[in-house]
Nanobody, 124 residues
């Protein structure tokens, strides 16, 4: 079965960096888009970034452009989200998700598979 496992979250100070990992297994992800979402307490889950596994095309929400980078490692079947210059507003549970096909969706309900999430906390 499809499995997504996030790791790499933690507590950092404002301006710090983290690299989140999403280990994938269960299917050949060459025909999938993998996205990162985040959900802060009391807020809706929101799109952060996505990557199309087949060709590496990426998409970002405007608020993180320039401060975050999504990438993949084909050999490790892992997708990364590098978060730089973190701010307290970036505090959230970060989830990776997979959507079969080539469309770069930003709506969470269009993704088929989800990981359990990893907590990112940014202190001021």
């Amino acid at each position: 079965q499809v499995r997504l496992v996030e790791s790499g979250g933690g507590l950092v100070q404002t301006g710090g960096s983290l690299r989140l990992s999403c280990d994938t297994s269960g299917v050949t992800f060459s025909n999938y888009v993998v996205g990162w979402f985040r959900q802060a307490p009391g807020k809706e889950r929101e799109f952060v970034a996505a990557i199309r596994w087949s060709d590496g095309i990426t998409s970002y929400v405007d608020s993180v452009k320039g401060g975050s980078t999504i990438s993949r490692d084909n050999a490790k079947n892992t997708v990364y989200l590098q978060l730089n210059d973190l701010k307290p507003d970036d505090t959230a549970v970060y989830y990776c998700a997979a959507s079969q096909g080539i469309a770069m969706f930003t709506r969470p309900n269009l993704y088929d598979y989800w990981g359990q999430g990893t907590q990112v906390t940014v202190s001021s």
